[in-house]
């Protein structure tokens, strides 16, 4: 992730609104992307990914943006509702075959919708 | 089913005390990953299993031994641990540990520990 410090990146949008997060990944060999949601007391929960011969997928509402030039990754949720209310996640996963996927995870920006 | 179920949801131990986390995934994975999670921050990965084999150990302290007794189930046993390494200990598995095939990890909702 982009962040450094001590504090989690925040994004506060009304309800409606769309919303952008972003992401700066470490490693240029990094083949897949993911994003992933966490609600507070939960686990990781798959949103959308995204593989490195791409530069756009979209899902349901989200979007995902890959650009490898300056390593950056971004998430766009369309018409932000309270249950986006979470903290979003990149992970990007290296070409270590033979070593399961490495996942390493970004710093995470926590999102708050206002109704 | 895609789901990954961890036991017990929240534990409390003395740093004296033995004590063993559960994951247990139906899915047909061949990948476990044992991750620590600190609030407001991001997990981190501690171990991997691929193919019931340890292939990642990120320079874990041995009091955290991980254990993969079969494709299913992955334990996580702890001993002697210090007030710091209470956290959120998330279980994930995934489809193909190695191949281009790799997809998303998917998480359980995890063990709040608490080391007193």
């Known amino acids: 992730g982009e962040s450094v410090g001590l504090h989690l990146p925040t994004l506060s949008v009304q309800e409606g609104d769309n919303s952008i997060i972003n992401c700066a990944y470490s490693n240029s060999a990094s083949d897949y992307f993911i994003w992933y949601k966490q609600e507070s007391g939960k686990g990781p929960q798959f949103i959308i990914d995204?593989?490195?011969?791409?530069d756009k997928r979209q899902g349901q509402r989200v979007t995902v943006l890959l650009n490898k030039t300056v390593k950056h990754l971004s998430l766009q949720i369309a018409a932000t509702q309270p249950g986006d209310s979470a903290v979003y996640f990149c992970a990007e996963k290296g070409k270590i075959y033979n070593q399961g996927g490495k996942l390493i995870f970004g710093q995470g920006t926590e999102l708050s919708v206002k109704p | 089913d895609t789901e990954v179920t961890q036991t017990p949801k929240h534990l409390v131990m003395g740093m004296t005390n033995k004590k063993s986390l559960k994951c247990e995934q139906h899915m047909g994975h061949r990948a476990m990953y044992w991750y620590k999670q600190k609030a407001k921050k991001p997990p981190e990965l501690m171990f991997v299993y691929s193919y019931e084999k340890l292939s990642i150990n990120e320079s874990v302290p041995s009091r955290f031994s991980p254990e993969c007794p079969n494709s299913s189930l992955l334990n996580l046993h702890l001993h002697a641990l210090q007030p710091e390494d209470s956290a959120l200990y998330l279980c994930?598995?995934?489809?193909?540990?190695?191949?281009?095939?790799?997809?998303?990890?998917?998480f359980g909702q995890g063990t709040r520990l608490t080391v007193v």
């Open positions: 995204i593989r490195s011969n791409m």
């Open positions: 994930a598995s995934s489809q193909d540990p190695v191949g281009p095939g790799w997809t998303e990890a998917f």
